[in-house]
C-alpha cells in the first residue's frame, strides 16, 4: 500500500471527528429549535408500549392518563396510588376525586419532573416511582413534557415549562390535594421555572426536592462530559452554544429561582455524579442557606455508585425522604378538599 493511499485514508477518517466537532457549535448557533433537541434528546425513548405503566416495571396501582396544558397539547402521565391506600374500590365514584381518575388521598402526592433523554417510563425512573409509592407510600405523578414520550407538542422549553404548570395548576385546582415538586437534573429547573412564572403562589405546595440538579445551565454545561470537548475554550462555549440558547429562553438560572421558594426544599446529590457535579448542587444548598431558606442537602458517598440517576438505590433514601415529607407535613395548614 502506497504512501498515498494510506494518507487518504487517514485524512477521511480524521474528517469524520473534524467535521463533527465544528457542526455541533453552529447547530447551537444557527438553528436555536434543533440546538434545543440536543439538549433534551427526545429521541432517546427505548419504550415500547408507553401507556402500559405496569409493563414498564411499574408496581401498585397504576395508570396512564392526560391533561392538557393551556395550548390543548394532552400530556401523558403516569399516576400511581400509595401503596397504603391501594385496596379503595376503583369502582365507587365516591372514591374519586370529581371529574378525576384519581383517587381521594390522604398521602401527599409527589409531582415528578424528569430529566434530559427518555421519557416517563425510563428504567431508573421507575425505580423512583416505585420506591416512592411502594416503601414510602406517597402518590405519585409523573409528566412527560411536550416532545417527550407521546405528550403532544414540540419539545422547547415554553411548552416544557407549560406542561409542568399544567400538572401543578391540576394538583392544585382540580385534585387540591397536598403535593411536593420533584425534580431531577434538567427537571429541577423546570419545576423552578414554572414555580417561578407563578410566582410560588400555592396553598397545597408542600415543599421542593432537587435531585442532581444545577446552579444555572451556564454552569451545567460547562461541566457536563458532552461538552468536554468544547469546554476549554470559553468563546466556543459562550458564543456558539450558551447564548443561542439563552436567547431561545433556555437559562434555567437555579441559584435565583430558589431563593424564591418558600416551602421547605430538600437538595439530593451523589458525590460521584459524573454528569452534573456535587459541587454545583452544594452552590445551590449555600444559596439557599444565605437566603435564609429552610434547606437540607444529603450527599451521598462515592462508594454507594449512585451515579447522576440512581439516588434511589442509596441505602438511607428512604430515611431521609421520609424525615423530609414528616417536616413538610408538619407544615400544612390546608386541609384536603373533595367535591
Not at 396512564?64 to 397539547?73: A, E, M, S, V
Not at 382540580?174 to 415538586?181: A, G, P
Not at 447522576?308 to 428512604?318: L, N, R
Request: aromatic share 10%; hydrophobic share 35%; glycine share 6%.
Amino acid at each position: 500500500m502506497s504512501f498515498l493511499s494510506v494518507a487518504s485514508k487517514t485524512s477521511k477518517y480524521l474528517l469524520i471527528p473534524l467535521t463533527l466537532y465544528v457542526s455541533i457549535p453552529l447547530i447551537f448557533k444557527w438553528s436555536g429549535k434543533y440546538g434545543q433537541k440536543l439538549i433534551y434528546l427526545t429521541q432517546f425513548k427505548n419504550v415500547s408500549d408507553i401507556k402500559n405503566p405496569k409493563s414498564n416495571g411499574v408496581k401498585g396501582v397504576a395508570k396512564n392518563i392526560y391533561i392538557k396544558d393551556r395550548n390543548g397539547n394532552n400530556i401523558g402521565i403516569y399516576y400511581i396510588q400509595a401503596h397504603s391506600e391501594e385496596n379503595l374500590i376503583e369502582n365507587n365514584e365516591k372514591n374519586f376525586i370529581k371529574e378525576t381518575q384519581i383517587i381521594k388521598s390522604k398521602r401527599p402526592f409527589i409531582l415528578y419532573f424528569h430529566g434530559a433523554k427518555g421519557c416517563r417510563a425510563s428504567g431508573s425512573r421507575i425505580k423512583l416511582y416505585n420506591t416512592l409509592s411502594q416503601e414510602i407510600d406517597c402518590n405519585v405523578l409523573a409528566l412527560d413534557y411536550s416532545g417527550f414520550g407521546d405528550s403532544e407538542g414540540e419539545a422547547n422549553i415554553d411548552n416544557i415549562v407549560d406542561s409542568a404548570n399544567a400538572l401543578i395548576d391540576f394538583a392544585e385546582f382540580e385534585l387540591k390535594c397536598n403535593f411536593i415538586t420533584w425534580g431531577h437534573s434538567l427537571g429541577g429547573g423546570v419545576l423552578l421555572e414554572a414555580l417561578t412564572q407563578n410566582n410560588f403562589q400555592y396553598d397545597y405546595h408542600l415543599g421542593a426536592v432537587l435531585e442532581s440538579t444545577f446552579t444555572s445551565l451556564k454552569d451545567s454545561l460547562y461541566h457536563h462530559p458532552y461538552t468536554s470537548i468544547y469546554n476549554w475554550n470559553t468563546k466556543i462555549m459562550d458564543n456558539f452554544i450558551i447564548g443561542p440558547l439563552n436567547k431561545q429562553g433556555l437559562v434555567m438560572n437555579n441559584i435565583v429561582n430558589i431563593s424564591k421558594l418558600s416551602v421547605p426544599i430538600l437538595i439530593l446529590h451523589a458525590v460521584d455524579d459524573d454528569k452534573i457535579p456535587v459541587q454545583l448542587g452544594q452552590k445551590l444548598y449555600e444559596e439557599a442557606i444565605t437566603k435564609g431558606k429552610n434547606v437540607d442537602m444529603v450527599i451521598y458517598e462515592k462508594n454507594q455508585r449512585l451515579g447522576h440517576s440512581e439516588v434511589c438505590q442509596a441505602s438511607s433514601f428512604k430515611k431521609d425522604v421520609q424525615r423530609y415529607i414528616n417536616n413538610c407535613m408538619k407544615g400544612c395548614k390546608q386541609e384536603i378538599s373533595f367535591e
